[in-house]
């Protein structure tokens, strides 16, 4: 007998007026996907709190700017306090067995019991991305929200990617534990891995062997790898795919990433004794520039100001100069680089700051038609710093819906999916049981079992 379940991702950016009206778009979504008939519902990485996307936070190695402590302080303000502990208290977090304050009833910033009081008004069953704050830390994490039993679960990303790393800690890893529900008569298992954590293949491997038929994805990669990506999991795991990301224009950055400006004054020693690269009299350092064979060039400070002798490989060249260290990203054009002679070759875009500093991005292919680095005058505020690429893949890898490019708004892919077609998928893969030789290999995850639960 079918299982069908109506099924839908949310391509919703971070709205840059605040956490509340994100949080009030969500529940305007949810609704409206009520209204469809959509029976569960996934928004995009850190949706409620965002995505800092360009944002330097004023960090280089050795040095923090206090102007980028600034940006790290509104950007804590809007994280959303679910009323966890820091290490994670699991069940008794879930089950409200934490103690409140005398003068409350709940723990948090109230933004569980809103999240609780959406999914019950809409019976939609939803899940969300979002920046959690915990005592003096910040998480990326994912709740699960049940529209009749509220949230019956939640995990932190236990790998931030690159950058990520300063601003949100590491999760345990036994939230990656894995939730049951039963939505009109289908009983559904799913787990969620964030963003570059699906490229982890054990982590993958650990929520495959909870025989997860829904398989989370929320992103923040608008890669063309990314599809491709979430196609193998499908296929792998048998599992359906939903994967939801941001689709954001440089003009809807937060103001306090796009408009904040590091002071060339306001640079901190490095806590190691040092100056951090900049110059003690003028607060400068100095910068070196090489450019590849296709004539990008690539620009980093160089220590104390001065020249660094370092090699330079064939087909490059090297030259100084100075500038402080700033984080303007939305700094207008200084001058472009002549498009590449060479076939699929990336072209680059220089700009420059006020006081010079230089910034270099590359432009995307031009099969793509977007072209995301800077450009004179407020067309440079339309550019994409995230394009989406929101996606639903079946469990035999076939992609149902998506991906979606370029909108920023409304963007609501939906789709109906018989459960049953997962254990179709079992007569010739099972990753997890019949194709595993669990014999000869054995996966552990620390204070997580991986057992599939009841």
């Known amino acids: 007998m079918p299982q069908f379940l109506k099924l839908a991702v949310a391509q919703s950016r971070t709205l840059s007026t605040g956490t509340q009206e994100t949080l009030s778009a969500l529940s305007s979504t949810t609704h409206d996907a009520a209204q469809q008939g959509i029976d569960l519902l996934l928004f995009p990485e850190a949706y409620l709190g965002g995505y800092p996307r360009t944002c330097t936070f004023g960090a280089a190695v050795g040095a923090r700017d206090p102007a980028g402590r600034e940006q790290f302080l509104e950007y804590f303000h809007s994280a959303v306090d679910l009323g966890d502990t820091p290490i994670g208290a699991g069940e008794e977090w879930i089950e409200r067995q934490l103690p409140t304050a005398k003068d409350r009833d709940h723990r948090g910033d109230g933004t569980r019991e809103e999240l609780e009081r959406i999914a019950r008004s809409s019976g939609v069953f939803l899940i969300t991305g979002l920046v959690e704050r915990a005592a003096g830390s910040l998480y990326c994490a ?218 270099v991005l590359p432009t995307t292919p031009a099969s793509t038609g977007v072209n995301i680095a800077a450009k004179s005058g407020d067309d440079s505020n339309d550019d994409f710093v995230c394009r989406g690429g929101s996606c639903i893949i079946g469990p035999m890898g076939e992609v149902l819906v998506g991906p979606l490019w370029d909108v920023e708004d409304g963007g609501l892919l939906a789709v109906e999916v018989d459960f049953e077609d997962c254990e179709r998928g079992r007569l010739d893969l099972d990753v997890a049981g019949s194709y595993s030789r669990n014999d000869a290999f054995k996966l552990e995850v620390a204070g997580l079992d991986i057992n599939p639960p009841p």
Not at 161 to 178: H, V
Not at 237 to 249: E, H, K, T
Not at 264 to 289: L, P, Q, Y
Not at 307 to 332: D, F, I, Y
Request: glycine letters at 8%; proline letters at 6%; charged letters at 20%.
């Open 142 to 359: 994912v709740v699960y929200v049940c529209p009749k039993l509220g949230v019956i679960g939640k995990r932190r990303k236990v790998m931030p990617t690159g950058s990520e790393r300063l601003i949100w800690a590491q999760g345990s890893p036994s939230t990656l534990k894995a939730v049951t529900t039963t939505i009109r008569g289908v009983k559904l298992t799913l787990a969620a891995a964030i963003c570059w954590e699906n490229y982890m293949p054990l982590l993958r491997y650990a929520l495959y062997s909870q025989n997860v038929n829904l398989y989370l994805a929320p992103t923040a990669d608008a890669r063309d790898t990314w599809l491709p990506l979430m196609r193998t999991i499908a296929c792998e795991g048998r599992a359906v795919v939903l994967s939801a990301n941001q689709c954001v224009r440089r003009r809807n950055l937060p103001a306090w990433i796009a408009g904040v400006q590091s002071g060339e004054d306001k640079a901190e020693e490095a806590a190691d004794g040092g100056n951090g690269g900049f110059e003690k009299e003028s607060g400068r350092s100095g910068i070196v520039t090489t450019k590849t064979e296709d004539n990008h060039e690539i620009t980093w400070p160089s220590p104390g100001g001065k020249e660094v002798k370092t090699p330079v490989s064939p087909g490059l060249t090297r030259a100084t100069g100075t500038s402080p260290l700033k984080n303007s990203m939305n700094a207008a054009t200084d001058k472009q680089q002549q498009p590449s002679p060479l076939k699929g070759r990336r072209t680059s875009v220089v700009t420059k700051t006020e006081d010079n500093h230089e910034i």
